[in-house]
């Protein structure tokens, strides 16, 4: 156990944890965040009003209990905190690092506009790191086989939800897994200098520890077909993702060093490119990168492009800084790195050299008109304002839709014009016993929206397959 010093003095200003400096960490894939020391987050906990309204607790998609948490770890019982955080969350050391809590819980804090809100993010990832630290949880008591079996296709954050849930119940489960590691985007996608791998491998080995089986290379709909595994399951999880690139559709797009943002942080982060030549994963960007788009996977791609070693990155992004998808804390974090960037800018066409290597991307200035059906203002073209970038690479960065294998090997499945997975209230599919959620279902959202679905579905596959 670590020692526990002397209660600290609260305070009225907001900490906002510490960092590797910028200069470091460019040079390094360790964790950017470094969280709180005990005494830290017992100060920034002091800060807690307890709220009889519980605003940030109904602002949370799973409505983590935030204000007995905090008042818990202020009294140093940690274990009670963690137990109050599991009561209706199931990852939080994965959700305390990259759930966007400035939209959701930290958004609705009272003491936001005068004093800024309390950092519950950091506060959850403290007790939960705290916790696996220190062995305060130990794995939970499973319920007596039922004797049936469930599967899970894909093991992102919403299926290992469903296995988590259901293992307890007693339920006999598979996950299915395309890749040869485990945890979807979390993995592959969100890089370990926000998401340190050993949090994605504890969560992963404590399902296996519950009986969970894991088979990884396996494609469903392809190395076995959605047929076969309906007469081996009682009931089918379908939590296969949004990993689909959405190209440009620019001219130049199959130019050399031209990757989609999922090729691009898959060899960073599932393959180790970063460590070539120690791992075999050889990836060319070349001094000059350009990132298109404005989300989490643009930051992610560009701080990843800029830790191997490019004279700059520049991320160019059709609106402005304000309407940036993207978590603020990302964006100030690339800013931090050296990330450049061009707003109100949008590529025109990729332009190469003889060999066919990508050598410059021809820009245009953009202005914003009217809002769209998005609800946020429509970028519009400035004419002849056109301008070259040069660039040896280019990460294309712009959107992904749901694999879309299942969608194809079964017929009769109910889609909607994005190609996600159509259910309802229960995460039902148009399949009897086939539920599905997370991004296949919503097109690309949260890791805690993920875990939310996958929580919903397998209260409803138990219900359901107790009736059987
Ligand atoms: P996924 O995590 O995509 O997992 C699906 C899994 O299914 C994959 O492992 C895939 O290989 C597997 N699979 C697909 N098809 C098959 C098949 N036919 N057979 C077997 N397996 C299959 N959200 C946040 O909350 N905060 C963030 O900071 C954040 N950053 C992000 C950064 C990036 C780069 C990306 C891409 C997304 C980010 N997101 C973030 C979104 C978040 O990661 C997703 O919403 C979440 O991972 C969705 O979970 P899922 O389980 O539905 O799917
Ligand atoms: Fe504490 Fe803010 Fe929640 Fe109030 S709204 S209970 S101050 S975290």
């Known amino acids: 156990m670590e020692n526990k010093p002397k209660k600290p003095t609260p305070t009225l200003k907001r900490n906002e944890g510490r960092h590797q400096p910028a200069s470091e960490r460019v040079n390094n894939f360790e964790e950017v965040a470094l969280g709180f020391s005990y005494e830290e987050a017992l100060v920034e906990a002091s800060r807690c009003l307890n709220c009889k309204t519980r605003p940030c607790e109904k ?20 274990k009670g905190a963690i ?37 519950i993010g950091r506060l959850e990832r403290f007790v939960a790191d705290y916790a696996r630290k220190n062995s305060l949880m130990s794995l939970p008591k499973c319920d007596s086989h039922t004797g049936k079996k469930v599967a899970c296709i894909g093991a992102g954050p919403s299926s290992l939800a469903v296995a988590a849930e259901l293992v307890k119940k007693g339920y006999e489960i598979t996950v299915f897994e395309a890749l040869h590691k485990y945890g ?68 130049g797009e199959n130019l050399i060093g031209v990757y989609s943002s999922n090729e691009f942080l898959t060899r960073v982060n599932l393959m180790s490119a970063y460590k070539f030549p120690e791992y075999d994963t050889p990836l060319y960007v070349g001094k000059k990168v350009i990132i298109v788009g404005g989300g989490n996977t643009a930051m992610d791609s560009a701080r990843c492009a800029k830790r191997l070693g490019p004279e700059a990155v520049t991320v160019i992004y059709r609106r402005t800084r304000a309407e940036m998808p993207a978590r603020a804390e990302e964006v100030e974090n690339a800013m931090e790195e050296g990330v450049k960037f061009e707003f109100l800018t949008a590529p025109i066409s990729l332009e190469g050299d003889e060999k066919g290597k990508l050598k410059a991307v021809k820009c245009i200035r953009m202005q914003l008109g009217r809002p769209d059906e998005s609800g946020r203002r429509k970028p519009i073209e400035i ?30 499945l109910k889609t909607n014009k994005w190609n996600c997975l159509v ?46």
């Open 59 to 78: 602002a949370c998609p799973v409505n983590v209990k935030i204000p007995d948490f905090i008042d818990m770890l202020y009294k140093e019982d940690l």
């Open 383 to 412: 004419k002849g304002s056109e301008f070259i970038l040069e660039a040896d690479s280019l990460i294309v960065a712009i959107g992904q839709s749901p694999n879309p294998l299942i969608q194809q090997t079964v017929s009769g």
């Open 184 to 251: 979807g985007v979390l993995r592959y996608g969100i890089p370990s200098f926000r998401l340190p791998r050993e949090v994605v491998d504890f969560e992963v080995e404590n399902l296996k520890k519950l009986g969970v089986k894991f088979i990884k290379n396996v494609l469903i709909g392809k190395s076995i077909s959605f047929e076969e595994l309906k007469k081996d399951f009682d009931a089918i999880y379908i939590g296969s993702g949004a990993g689909l690139p959405t190209p440009l559709n620019l001219p």
């Open 83 to 119: 137990s109050k955080i599991y009561e209706t969350s199931l990852f939080p050391a994965i959700c305390g690092r990259v759930c966007p809590q400035e939209t959701y819980c930290e958004y609705a804090c009272v003491l936001k506009d005068k004093f800024k809100s309390v950092s």
């Open 423 to 468: 259910v309802d209230e229960n995460q039902k599919t148009s399949f009897e016993n086939v539920y599905a959620g997370g991004d296949v279902v919503r097109g690309g959202a949260t890791v805690l929206l993920a875990m939310k679905d996958g929580k919903a579905a397998a209260k409803a596959i138990d219900e359901a397959l107790r009736k059987k």
